[in-house]
């Protein structure tokens, strides 16, 4: 009898990497000119919240763009962050609560195993949890399931793992 192969989808955040990202934004932003005498920072607060402090508007999405750029270079994708609105925080600054997504609620799963069900493709698509369990008895469709949701434009992140 042929084997089955398998692979879920899920949607993570390894928050290990979150933190070097932001420990070398800090560390950009406390070097770089245009930062002087400006009262920036990006803090972790509680496992799935990030805020950033600056001066003004401008300064508050430079701040952003630098952690952006940290999150690409240690391979994080910027969908798992959901920015919150700017707002006012004390001593004249401004403030942006961002949320990290962490996992792939229901709604989400359903919509990523449509997409998958549309395929056509001889695999059997399960929600289990936070995350998507494709099985099929031929690599080669597990192979182009990865390659039809790498293709779609989906505003979340998402990752496969498990292949067995």
């Known amino acids: 009898m042929a084997k089955e192969h398998s692979f879920d989808i899920v949607?993570?955040?390894n928050l290990q990497e979150v933190?070097?990202?932001i420990n070398q934004a800090v560390k950009e932003i406390s070097t770089r000119y245009d930062f002087k005498g400006s009262k920036s920072s990006i803090e972790r607060s509680g496992e799935e919240q990030i805020t950033v402090i600056?001066?003004?508007d401008y300064k508050l999405?430079?701040?952003l763009d630098v952690?952006?750029?940290?999150f690409i270079k240690r391979?994080?994708?910027q969908k798992s962050m959901e920015l919150g609105k700017i707002e006012p925080a004390s001593g004249g600054l401004v403030r942006q609560p961002i949320q990290l997504i962490n996992g792939l609620p229901t709604e989400?799963?359903?919509l990523v195993s449509k997409v998958i069900r549309d395929t056509k493709l001889k695999v059997k698509v399960q929600i289990q949890g936070e995350q998507v369990r494709v099985t099929a008895k031929s690599i080669d469709d597990l192979q182009a399931i990865i390659q039809t949701i790498k293709e779609q434009d989906f505003d979340f992140?998402?990752?496969?793992v498990n292949m067995r």
């Open 61 to 63: 999405n430079s701040v």
């Open 157 to 160: 992140a998402l990752q496969f």
């Open 75 to 77: 391979g994080l994708s």
């Open 11 to 13: 949607s993570e955040v």
């Open 19 to 21: 933190d070097n990202a």
């Open 108 to 110: 989400k799963a359903k």
């Open 67 to 70: 952690l952006k750029t940290k």
């Open 54 to 56: 600056s001066d003004d």
